[in-house]
């Protein structure tokens, strides 16, 4: 229990601009769900150290936490939260000017095929744009 509002603490944090906090919240949160074998909270809490990172304007740091997390999602046939870790990842590799950004991009879009609510109909829309101008 205390992991998961660690993941909670660490997304206000984040969303406040306190990314020094932030990061201490989601390190505490993966360690604790990394004790209690649940991989799939330790994977968020690595996108969410991915997500600090970024704003920290560090995308090197920031891909391989997010490629880490979109592992451990897909081996657990998690498409949802891979999609996300994808986007991120795809978001720190553009950052950085990397082409392999529109690759993880099209994979992003692919995960989300299946999805049919408005957050994810919203994040197919957007990376559609996305991958239109890039082409």
Not at 24 to 32: G, V
Not at 52 to 77: I, K, Q
Not at 121 to 130: P, S
Request: with cysteine; proline share 2%.
């Amino acid at each position: 229990v205390m992991g998961y509002w660690l993941l909670v603490l660490g997304d206000a944090q984040r969303d406040s601009g306190r990314m020094e906090e932030a990061q201490t919240s989601y390190h505490r949160s993966a360690m604790l769900h990394r004790r209690l074998k649940d991989d799939s909270r330790e994977a968020i809490a690595l996108q969410g150290t991915g997500h600090v990172y970024r704003a920290l304007g560090r995308p090197r740091e920031a891909a391989e936490f997010f490629r880490h997390a979109a592992t451990v999602h897909s081996g657990l046939s998690d498409r949802w939260n891979e999609a996300l870790a994808l986007d991120g990842l795809a978001t720190a590799l553009s950052e950085q000017d990397d082409p392999g950004a529109v690759r993880e991009w099209a994979r992003c879009v692919d995960l989300l095929a299946e999805f049919t609510d408005p957050r994810a109909t919203a994040l197919r829309e957007r990376l559609a744009a996305l991958l239109d101008g890039q082409a």
